[in-house]
């Protein structure tokens, strides 16, 4: 279970085209649509390792960035205070 998936040059590049695309063509619509255009986007970063010769399981992760406000019990209450 724990094995490496070994994968040709060719095939690495075939998938990478595949998730290009895939992420070109979606519409975000709902949270379904964003958590798949986030599992496509960590794909791609996974692939890309593979097509270096790194293990694309041991990629750090990079998180998409933040829109909007933070959450409320991230900000800091002090900057309000009169």
């Known amino acids: 279970m724990g094995g490496t998936m070994a994968l040709s040059k060719r095939c ?3 998938l990478l085209d595949l998730v290009e695309i895939k ?3 979606l519409e975000i ?3 379904e ?4 255009k986030e599992l496509l986007v960590r794909c791609l970063q996974e692939l890309n390792a593979e097509a270096m010769g790194e293990d694309g399981r041991l990629t750090a ?3 998409p960035k933040r829109r909007g406000r933070r959450p409320k019990h ?3 209450h002090e900057l309000h205070v009169a």
């Open 74 to 76: 991230l900000q800091y």
């Open 61 to 63: 992760f990079q998180a």
């Open 23 to 25: 992420l070109s063509c």
């Open 33 to 36: 649509d964003l958590r798949e």
């Open 29 to 31: 619509t709902d949270r």
């Open 12 to 14: 690495v590049e075939t």
